[in-house]
């Protein structure tokens, strides 16, 4: 076969794949019994889910430290498709807050949804560190690097990173969406939580904030990162998320070579995103 044979054949699969993930996430609506008062947690894979799943949990329970492991409080939803699945969640409390990784598009427009978004450098650091440590991912960093650029990276599961991230710009105007980013969250948890809390309709005591925002804090969720490292995830569906290596890639720039981070920079300025990550 041609070079451009076996690039047509890698797009069919893409695509089929990508066809699977769309039919398995109409299928789980289907059978999903939504309430009112349900939120989704979206985001694109290493962008501060755990951390939000955390914020959704403090803000709910007035500052429970007492869970186990994070699925069980907010479970990821892309992986649920047992029966037992389906009976666990039903089990839930209200409110209940769900992850996903899927993008907005495939969620019920009228569902609640808030979106966390991060700079693109920190995402793909991260994404590599994460491939690395529970993907056994042993290729090169510079390859990795190539698969991001190109959106190849779980390109099925979720898209590309640009495509994803720009969908949720595009509806911010939605009263249903919350949009938040990583920088907010690190710059102002408390603002982030406050909002989060009225859009959810979620009533928190006054007294119970600095628990909440200490409990939320990275320093405390470092102390407990078994609670969020998949390994220990008791459904065992291979969560997107894992140990909590830092509140930021602060040496995102140092560990992309020159020219793919112009690649990277001018990719994240055609797609409008520049000024919406800071």
Request: charged share 30%; glycine share 6%.
């Amino acid at each position: 076969m041609s070079q451009r044979d076996l690039e047509l054949l890698d797009q069919s699969i893409a695509d089929l794949k990508r066809k699977r993930t769309q039919l398995r996430h109409e299928v789980f609506f289907q059978r999903f019994e939504r309430r009112p008062d349900d939120l989704f947690i979206v985001t694109y894979p290493r962008s501060g889910t755990t951390w939000m799943q955390m914020l959704c949990h403090q803000l709910t329970s007035g500052g429970d430290l007492e869970f186990g492991h994070i699925s069980e409080v907010s479970p990821y939803i892309d992986a649920i498709n047992e029966d037992l699945d389906f009976l666990y969640l039903e089990a839930l409390p209200s409110p209940r807050f769900l992850k996903t990784h899927c993008r907005l598009e495939l969620l019920p427009g009228d569902a609640k949804r808030v979106y966390v978004a991060r700079d693109a450098k920190d995402v793909m650091v991260s994404c590599y560190h994460y491939a690395k440590t529970f993907l056994r991912y042993r290729g090169p960093w510079g390859r990795f690097i190539d698969q991001f650029l190109d959106g190849k990276y779980g390109s099925h599961l979720w898209g590309s990173y640009v495509e994803h991230v720009r969908g949720a710009v595009e509806r911010r105007a939605d009263p249903r969406l919350l949009f938040f980013t990583y920088r907010e969250m690190i710059a102002d948890l408390e603002s982030v939580a406050r909002r989060l809390a009225s859009f959810w309709g979620v009533t928190v005591a006054e007294d119970r904030w600095p628990t909440i925002l200490r409990n939320c804090s990275l320093e405390t969720m470092k102390t407990i990162e078994r609670r969020f490292d998949p390994r220990f995830d008791p459904f065992n569906v291979g969560s997107e998320e894992g140990f909590i290596r830092s509140g930021g890639s602060r040496d995102a720039k140092r560990t992309i070579p020159p020219d793919r981070l112009e690649r990277l920079e001018r990719m994240i300025e055609d797609a409008g995103l520049s000024g919406v990550l800071g």
